[in-house]
């Protein structure tokens, strides 16, 4: 049986900071070993727990951009992922400036916090696709995007194609018929020069590792 990677979740909203314990207990692989409600809690925990993974909160006591720098200057292992209502670029970019490594706005859904966790214990970094288009969309820094060409449909439903839903569900997302996805979908695909979703898949890559170094997310 594999280690369980231990998580410490930190967040005043009680009710909210019970929703992603909930939420993470759904994968067996995943043990929440602590709760706490301020940066100075965060920083407690850390060194009580040495977790794999520690929740942050942005807007809490003490501030959990704050709380990332100061575990990061405990130089232990445990890996910073902000959870939050913030989808701020300025937000973002302070937070993996003070060693996060993943960004998550509350919100997330159980599967694609589960999918976080697992991608940040591994070792990889992990934004929600919607905040990670969405910057870059508004970026005037990367004019040469492959999304310049899209509409801001066309982007949402790119974002909802690389968290690999059909276009039924899409449809239902966006509250559109299949046949209007389709034919969106098949519009993305000329713009983006991609034959099939594969491609458009490696265009979605291409995409995330640019955010990455813009970000300097590592």
């Excluded at 996805?181 to 640019?210: C, H, M, S, Y």
């Amino acid at each position: 049986m594999s280690e369980k990677t231990c998580v410490v979740v930190v967040d005043d909203h009680a009710l909210l900071r019970r929703g992603v314990v909930r939420a993470l207990a759904l994968d067996d692989s995943i043990k929440v070993v602590a709760e706490g409600a301020s940066a100075a809690d965060a920083v407690e925990l850390t060194k009580m727990y040495a977790p794999d993974l520690i929740l942050l909160d942005i807007s809490m006591p003490g501030n959990g951009i704050e709380a990332a720098r100061a575990i990061r200057d405990l130089a232990t292992s445990t890996r910073v992922v902000m959870l939050t209502v913030s989808g701020d670029e300025d937000d973002v970019t302070h937070a993996l400036e003070a060693g996060a490594v993943g960004y998550l706005l509350k919100g997330t859904d159980a599967l694609d916090l589960i999918t976080a966790v697992r991608s940040v214990k591994a070792g990889e970094s992990f934004i929600s696709p919607n905040l990670a288009l969405r910057i870059l969309s508004d970026d005037a820094q990367v004019k040469a995007s492959p999304l310049t060409p899209l509409s801001e449909y066309e982007k949402r439903t790119l974002c909802l194609i690389s968290e690999g839903l059909n276009n039924r569900e899409i449809g239902e997302q966006l509250a559109v018929t299949e046949k209007t996805v389709q034919d969106n979908v098949t519009d993305i695909f000329r713009k983006l020069k991609a034959k099939n979703r594969a491609e458009e898949a490696l265009v979605v890559e291409q995409i995330w590792v640019g955010l990455q170094s813009r970000l300097k997310l590592h």
